[in-house]
């Protein structure tokens, strides 16, 4: 973070994208004819500061906000949503540019981990309720004083020493997620947690604060931790603070399995690269491999418990219950025909091959896994059902496991044309006629 005056009004201007600026020069005109004080708060500053760019905007606005976010959208033709309850508002703009607009409140829990009951406040008390002192920060969006930096709580120098702290004993008590997020800003920024703040969590996980948040909720908690860049880190964090136990009691995360999971990040950057990044979900890859030690039936109820659907699920118990078979003849020495290797991993989906690739030692069970993934499983036979159909073939299972058979023989080099395949299914289909 660049020492300066404190104003970072070229920060905005520099680092936010052109279409973002145009956004906050209407909010600063909408604020200013409208003599309403409006500020930019949260992530973006944080953001901003570590130099770093960001879509995502929260404007707040003193007394006004919920009136503000009306002629916003007005102003730029975008719509809005309005959260009464928590004076808060989604403004979309055209293109899809969002913009949360939030009136200046306080809050106050009813009990821990509960919702909320949210009042109108000044400026300080909003800054005051929040996380953490990074993201306590706020800058002014009227025009006489764009740009100024208003730091209550020390979060600039939080943010240029590294450190995650909370602003008040409470904060977990308040919002028990802010134990799962200390540990996802700090993985994220390779920040430290400031030793009081870290005793905080330990005796907020002690009391057991978190059994009063629902699994979904703790479930949208780990799926943002699982959507940064190092999950691995963020486990192991999680572990030594304990936080595993709101997942299951006889969760561990232990060295090896570090070394697994951060292999699954690499691994699963690999498949992005492959396959332009599509179609993988962070959340089943990371949650099968973080509640991958627990034994087949806790494994079910977990996996139940948190809403993984149930076909993940069976893969999941599958994957694990035949793990070692797997390995063991995935990296056998000796020519290993690709049949082999395909029907031992056609059953799993993309997510469960990598957790299971991310564990196997040998490297050329690894290879052989990454050759499913990359050929194998992606081969396509020339013939269909329509020609087995010509054949007079009577619809039916046979169907399926005619095709499969001869795919298998195609990944082998049996069959390799049209004609060859066609063949082959004719011969498969007169020896079951015989039979
Ligand atoms: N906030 C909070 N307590 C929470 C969640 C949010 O105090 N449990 C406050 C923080 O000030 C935070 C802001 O609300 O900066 C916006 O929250 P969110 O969008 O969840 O986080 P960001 O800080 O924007 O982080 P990210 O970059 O992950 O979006």
Known sequence: VPEGPHNIASMISSQLDPRLVRLLKTATSLADRRGWKAYLVGGAVRDLLLGKSTFDLDILVEEHGLKFAREYARLGKGTFKIYRRFYTALVIFPGGLKVDVTTTRSEEYPRPGALPEVVPASLEEDLLRRDFTINALAVSLNRSSFGRLIDRCGGRRDLEEGIIRVLHPRSFRDDPTRIFRAVRFQQRFGFSIEAGTEELIRSAVSIKMFEAVSPERLRRELELIMKEPHPARAFAAMARYDELRFIHPDLVFSPAQLQSVERLEKDCRWFKKQFGGNGLSAWRMY?????????????????????????????????????????????????????????????????????????????????????????????????????LKKTGLLPGPRYRKVLRRVLLARLDGEVRSRRDELALARRLIDKTRND
């Open 287 to 387: 949650f099968g491999a973080l509640i991958w030690p627990l034994g087949a039936e806790e494994l079910e109820k977990t996996g139940k418990k948190f809403n993984l659907s149930q076909k993940v699920l069976k893969q999941l118990v599958r994957a694990k219950r035949d793990e070692k078979i797997l390995s063991g003849s995935l990296s056998s020495p000796g020519d290993l025909p690709p049949s082999r290797i395909f029907s031992a991993l056609e059953k799993l989906d993309p997510e469960i091959i990598l957790i299971l690739m991310s564990r196997f030692a040998s490297s050329r069970a690894r290879t052989r896994t990454k050759d499913y993934l990359v050929k194998l499983r992606r081969e396509k036979l020339e013939i269909s059902g329509q020609d």
